[in-house]
């Protein structure tokens, strides 16, 4: 499986960007695959995922009501629409795929086994 994050920029505090992940390599019919973002010296945490084959979407909180997480199983490709964007958003943005949906493991980065190469998001106030 291979995965392509692309769409990151720099945006000053509420505006719009959307990331997108290209996916390649399997058929991803029941694959968790998430959107993840991480600074320098933090850990990389959970921002949103989407259950490929339902469609079904959960996101933390901070980013509830601003992030819209979508996917197009026609192009195997993964969105992540981002509105409102907040200094606090800067971060290096990575796509991840797990090839098994979880239930209570989805915000885990360690229950993923792929992922993109990062997309830097750089948010100015």
């Known amino acids: 499986v291979q995965l392509q994050a692309s769409g990151g920029g720099l945006v000053q505090a509420g505006g719009s960007l959307r990331l997108s992940c290209a996916a390649s390599g399997d058929s991803f019919g029941n694959y968790a695959m998430g959107w993840f973002r991480q600074t320098p010296g933090e850990e990389r945490e959970f921002v949103a995922v989407?259950?490929?084959?339902?469609?079904?979407?959960y996101y933390r909180d901070s980013v509830k009501g601003r992030f819209t997480i979508s996917r197009d199983r026609a192009k195997n490709t993964m969105y992540l629409q981002m509105n409102s964007l907040k200094p606090d958003d800067t971060a290096v943005y990575y796509c991840g795929a797990r090839g098994r949906w979880i239930v209570s493991g989805y915000a885990y980065p360690d229950n993923y086994g792929y992922w993109g190469q990062g997309t830097q998001v750089t948010v100015s106030s």
């Open positions: 989407i259950r490929w084959g339902t469609g079904a979407t």
